[in-house]
């Protein structure tokens, strides 16, 4: 397994499009990971670069490991992995399916720890290599009406920022990218087009992976882009956590 690749999971719209797109531009052969195969099928013809495109559902418990066998398969290794796949619902707690959080939590925050697990070995033998998790803002705080949302990003951030530390000997990258509010395909499917966050400090995506993967080249161990993001990040260090979880649920109606 002596060729390199980039992972991208979350690749058929939205910011892991756009990531895999990124890294194809560089020059790194990209793998695609998500459901729509033909969405995938379609990006991978525009971006070239001998695209390996893998078609699952991260939701599902052995995803990671047919990822990970469908890349070794080409003689490949993951050199950088770019967990981008995500989702969220915003409502009260009590009104969602007990399957749709299951699902949410196994795509947010089990299935990018199992990748990681599964591709860590490789980066160390072949010396080194690069980890990108797209956490959020919402990993800061409590989020009243996305509650398991906000402690999936929270887990997220925690986790890069322990294996920022412990990887870095072996010249593994660590970033968390904590995006704000995003003009993509996230907030439709999350419910929260009209909600007065996504109206009022929506940014665009293109500036996210920017921040993402400069961030990443660097080192760095967390990413905010965004001046209004990282304002609103650091007001939460000096707020009462009561004060914070009353404007969170306030900004998401």
Not at 147 to 158: E, F, M, N, R
Not at 219 to 243: D, E, H, Y
Request: hydrophobic content about 45%; charged content about 20%; proline content about 5%.
């Amino acid at each position: 397994m002596a060729n390199p690749v980039t992972l991208v999971t979350g690749a058929s719209s939205g910011l892991g499009e756009l990531f895999a797109r990124a890294c194809a531009k560089r020059g790194d052969r990209v793998v695609l990971v998500a459901r729509r195969k033909n969405r995938l099928d379609a990006l991978a013809r525009k971006i070239g670069g001998a695209a390996i495109v893998i078609a699952e559902d991260l939701s599902d418990y052995d995803a990671p490991e047919a990822v990970v066998a469908a890349v070794e398969a080409n003689g490949c290794y993951v050199a950088t992995l770019i967990n981008n796949a995500g989702f969220g619902f915003r409502g009260p707690f009590r009104e969602q399916a007990p399957g749709d959080l299951a699902d949410m939590i196994q795509v947010n925050t089990a299935t990018p720890t199992d990748l990681i697990a599964r591709t860590v070995p490789a980066m160390i033998a072949h010396g080194g290599g690069a980890i990108l998790n797209v956490a959020s803002t919402a990993a800061f705080q409590a989020g009243p009406n996305m509650a398991v949302y906000y402690a999936t990003k929270a887990y997220l951030l925690s986790l890069s920022e322990a294996l920022h530390e412990e990887l870095g000997p072996h010249n593994i990258k660590v970033t968390a990218l904590c995006p704000g509010a995003t003009h993509t395909e996230f907030a439709e499917t999350a419910g929260m087009k009209d909600s007065y966050l996504f109206k009022n400090f929506a940014g665009g995506p293109e500036a996210v992976v920017e921040a993402g993967l400069k961030g990443l080249e660097r080192n760095k161990a967390i990413v905010i882009p965004g001046a209004v993001n990282k304002m609103m990040v650091q007001s939460g260090r000096f707020a009462p956590r009561s004060v914070i979880r009353e404007l969170v649920m306030r900004l998401q109606r």
